[in-house]
């Protein structure tokens, strides 16, 4: 079906790109404007992404979209962490049942592909256009092309230009627009691993990597070309932070204490090490998302940091979710834009608050025996009662049909009940020999 509407996306980043295909599909006339060339035509500069994890939750918009099969050909599935601790010796933490993965992807092969299937279904894309300003009163754009002003007149706008959104900056100077942002005392470095001498991948290529330390960790996720990305998350002062690492040496002598399995791997280490920047970490909560014919998507409304491996993916389901009211509403932009910000807004804050979470679970718990036992736990009574327990990193990677926003509240329920399991444990106790069948029924009381 064709519609009259003409729609401006803002913004040619993955959400962008997959709101152009979704819309263009329906029929819409889509045009995309992106402040940076072509990044199918341009080396991407190294050290400026975090490697991506594709889940079940962002699996679904994508085969909406029709491209399931090019899909497997860019992702290598990763089926747990492999943790190292600081002697080197492995652990293995699968994520979920036997057969569940998350997938290693990379950005840029991603992002080009979404382009191109935007394209394919008719959506035109222009590049180093830079938004300065939105007219809300007239659905107007007011762009940069080189040295040459621009206006562009929509039905609609969507900005879907990232954390540093320019339309989300434009609405905040609007009437009771209600801003937060909160950086975290952490930043990252992006580093790597070749492929070994034989041409092969340096550690398990099916797991994600991680070296948790305390209050900072190393992960290391594989790529196609039998690489591995590796992300120092360190803070940004202090006695072992970025701060401390201005010379080859210390560079060496810590990465040589605190990760020394993965040093020997990265004859690169100090010049990757200066020559990548270091990136900061901010969650940006923001509402409301819809002003006039103006909406903001993706990290434009809701930032997250990258510790669920669900902020591409909460962009994907917005999209998702869009469609999927652009369905119930008959097109009624109106209706489904209200409905649309009304039912992220609840899911955007809990998956950023449950990502900020996460990161103290990577970098401490994941290594604590307690909180390992308590998982071997959880996972015996998802097993048990496969519908009635499931545990909260499987409500929000694996099950799409549960919402963030409900996943945190049932999240919320299993620790309070978890909690007092553990305190009931006597010391030597063989944890077999709980009640299960008790402990599930306090769940659905």
């Known amino acids: 079906m064709q519609h009259q509407e003409h729609i401006t996306i803002i913004g040619a980043g993955l959400v962008g790109s997959l709101l152009a295909a979704y819309l263009q599909k329906r029929g819409y006339q889509v045009n995309v404007f992106e402040r940076r060339p072509d990044l199918r035509k341009e080396q991407l500069r190294a050290g400026k992404s975090i490697n991506l994890a594709l889940s079940n939750r962002g699996w679904r918009p994508l085969t909406e979209i029709g491209i399931e099969e090019q899909l497997k050909q860019l992702i290598i599935p990763m089926k747990g962490r492999m943790m190292h601790d600081p002697e ?10 036997e057969g569940q993965a998350i997938n290693s992807i990379s950005r840029g092969g991603l992002n080009a592909l979404l382009m191109d299937t935007a394209e394919q279904y008719g959506a035109k894309f222009h590049f180093n256009h830079k938004c300065l300003a ?32 320019a339309v989300r900056q434009a609405m905040q100077k609007t009437d009771r627009y209600n801003y937060a942002q909160q950086y975290i005392s952490h930043g990252y470095k992006e580093l790597s691993f070749p492929p070994t001498a034989e041409n092969d991948f340096a550690v398990e ?38 701060a401390a690492l201005q010379s080859e040496t210390a560079i060496e002598a810590f990465f040589s204490r605190e990760f020394n399995d993965a040093r020997v791997l990265m004859p690169r280490l100090v010049e990757e090490f200066n020559s990548n920047p270091t990136g900061s970490l901010v969650t940006i909560k923001s509402y409301p998302w819809v002003t006039n014919k103006v909406c903001v998507i993706g990290d434009a409304a809701h930032a ?10 909460c962009g994907f389901e917005d999209c998702y979710v869009l469609n999927s009211l652009l369905d119930e509403y008959a097109d009624n932009w109106a209706l489904a834009l209200a409905a649309f910000q009304q039912q992220r807004k609840p899911d955007a804050d809990a998956i950023a ?49 549960i919402r963030y926003s409900e996943a945190l509240k049932i999240g919320r329920q299993q620790e309070k009940i978890m909690d007092e399991v553990m305190q009931s444990l006597e010391p030597g106790q063989d944890w077999h020999t709980l009640d299960f069948a008790t402990i599930v029924q306090q769940l659905e009381n």
């Open 88 to 97: 080197g010796n492995l652990s293995f933490q699968p994520y979920g049942k």
């Open 134 to 165: 939105i007219d809300f009163a007239r659905t107007v754009a007011y762009l940069q092309h080189k040295d040459t002003s621009l206006e562009i007149h929509s039905d609609l706008i969507f900005g879907a230009d990232g954390a540093y959104s």
């Open 205 to 242: 290529k099916n797991a994600l990597h991680i070296w948790p330390r305390k209050d900072f960790m190393l992960i290391a996720l594989p790529n196609l070309d039998k690489s591995f990305t590796v992300t120092l998350f360190l803070p940004f002062e202090g006695e072992k932070s970025f």
């Open 304 to 313: 997250v940091v990258p510790f669920y491996g669900q902020g591409m993916i």
């Open 353 to 401: 608050d449950l990502a900020l979470e996460n990161f103290v679970v990577m970098r401490d718990k994941v290594a604590d025996k307690d909180f390992l036992l308590r998982k071997r736990i959880e996972a015996h009574l998802h097993t048990l009662y496969p519908d009635r327990w499931i545990p909260l990193y499987s409500m929000v990677t694996f099950n799409p049909d």
